[in-house]
Nanobody, 124 residues
Framework: QVQLVESGGGLVQAGESLRLSCAASGRTASSYAMGWFRQAPGKEREFVATISAGGTFTDYTDSVKGRFTISRDNAKNTVYLQMNSLKPEDTAVYYC?????????????????WGQGTQVTVSS
């Protein structure tokens, strides 16, 4: 079975940066699109970023454009989310997810596998 493990979360001050990693096993990640989602307490899980299987195409939710960058290293079966200029409203549990298709996707139903999440807390 597919397993996704996120890492890199933590507590930072506003304006600082973090890089999240998502390591995949049980499937060759290069064949599938990946995404990052986040969920704050009391809120719905929301889309953050996505990347196509080959890494050519990406997409972001408007609130993180220009601050976050999704990338992947298929040789390592790993996807990254570089988060710069972090804001308190970025505080959430961040989840990586894998599609059963190659093309990027923005919605939760498009994804088949999910990690357990990593906490990102941004203080003001």
């Amino acid at each position: 079975q597919v397993q996704l493990v996120e890492s890199g979360g933590g507590l930072v001050q506003a304006g600082e940066s973090l890089r999240l990693s998502c390591a995949a096993s049980g499937r060759t990640a290069s064949s599938y699109a990946m995404g990052w989602f986040r969920q704050a307490p009391g809120k719905e899980r929301e889309f953050v970023a996505t990347i196509s299987a080959g890494g050519t195409f990406t997409d972001y939710t408007d609130s993180v454009k220009g601050r976050f960058t999704i990338s992947r290293d298929n040789a390592k079966n790993t996807v990254y989310l570089q988060m710069n200029s972090l804001k308190p409203e970025d505080t959430a549990v961040y989840y990586c997810a894998m599609r059963g298709a190659k093309m990027r996707g923005r919605t939760i139903p498009e994804y088949d596998y999910w990690g357990q999440g990593t906490q990102v807390t941004v203080s003001s």
